[in-house]
């Protein structure tokens, strides 16, 4: 198998700008199989590059890395060095909006793929329902499912085509939640049947390769523990939903999971995630992670080497060009509403 064969079933996050000789050490011995970005890890585009040859040295390997850069509140990279963005919604509606949706998210690849970063945490699927927590509201591609489906398709097919991985979250559905899950437990408490409508743009890009979890209770589902911890969330996520590919944890040091550290990676893995997310770059609380996850087998294995197959060289693209087409779309958005 490689040395992808031996990576751990973990991605990690850092602790700063620079590799530090306990992460070097760190990530030596537990061979993540990938890492996150943060704003904390990006001052410019060299210094990102220098830290991330760093960690792949320090791991002996291309480890796979991901980044969160969705545009409006959820943009680890931003000026001066890289371009800003309203939230995604903002592109604006109808053919146009869809087509400066699909240009931003090619911009936003080549960015991330000049730095050396393989994958983005976009699409966002959440169907926001009223009363949602701002945390996921804010940051919805449209308000049903079906344009959501629709759009969420066309970032992901846009960061294909540069070079980047797509992460569809939070799957089975966040946007219920009245509760921000870095703080608290959301619950919700929705009848089956009203999940549908959350569940149906994840069933319409379950081909994609990669998924992040969603920290819920669905009571209708499994009345006692978050979707990132419930075989019976998982189940459906795999059988209903019929997403077959690497499925990830959300962050599992948010406050909306408790017990220790390990416990919580124990947990999602036991409970059929394929890959345990921490993000803090704490490294007590990486290494307790590190200490309950094992190395990447079987199923786990195939879905994740799968998942970075997918992942193909750039295609061409002419930037200049997208960022004028981008802007004069914008033009006629905003003068055909005056």
């Known amino acids: 198998m490689g040395a992808q064969g031996a990576a751990s079933a973990a991605i990690y996050g850092l602790s700063g700008l620079r590799l530090t000789d306990a992460e070097r050490a760190f990530l030596a011995a537990a ?82 793929a000049a730095l050396g970063i393989d994958g983005n945490c976009a699409p966002m699927l959440d169907l926001a329902a009223p009363g949602a927590h701002e945390i996921v509201s804010s940051r919805v591609l449209a308000d049903s499912p079906e344009e959501i489906a629709a759009r969420g398709l066309i970032v992901a097919e846009a960061l294909l085509a540069g070079g980047v991985l797509p992460v569809i979250k939070h799957i089975p559905g966040h946007g219920r939640a009245r509760a921000d899950s870095h703080a608290e437990l959301p619950v919700v408490a929705a009848p089956r049947a009203a999940l549908e409508a959350d569940f149906a743009p994840f069933r319409a890009l379950a081909g994609l390769p990669l998924a992040m979890t969603a920290h819920v209770v669905y009571t209708a589902i499994d009345p006692a523990l978050p979707a990132t911890l419930s075989p019976a969330c998982i189940r459906l996520i795999r059988e209903e939903i019929g997403f077959a590919g690497a499925l990830m944890s959300d962050d599992i040091g948010m406050a909306a999971l408790s017990g220790a550290m390990g416990e919580r990676a124990a947990a999602a893995l036991a409970a059929g995630c394929d890959l ?44 200049a060009a997208a960022e004028a087409r981008h802007a004069a779309l914008g033009e006629a958005i905003r003068g055909a509403a005056a």
């Not at 704490?282 to 094992?294: F, G, H, Q, S, T």
Request: positive net charge.
């Open 31 to 112: 061979q993540p199989w990938g890492l996150i970005l943060f704003a904390r890890n990006v001052a410019a585009p060299d210094q990102v590059r220098a830290l991330l040859a760093e960690a792949r040295a320090a791991c002996g390997r291309h480890v796979p890395v991901f980044i969160d850069q969705e545009g409006g509140r959820v943009a680890r990279l931003r000026p001066p060095h890289w371009r800003a963005w309203g939230p995604p919604a903002a592109e604006g509606p109808g053919p146009a909006g869809r087509e400066r949706l699909g240009l931003r998210m090619r911009l936003i690849a080549a960015e991330l």
């Open 276 to 319: 345990v997310l921490h993000c803090s770059g704490e490294m007590d609380e990486m290494r307790a992670v590190a200490a309950a996850v094992p190395r990447l087998s079987g199923e786990a294995l195939a879905r994740v080497q799968a998942a970075e197959a997918a992942r193909r060289a750039p295609e061409p693209f002419d930037i």
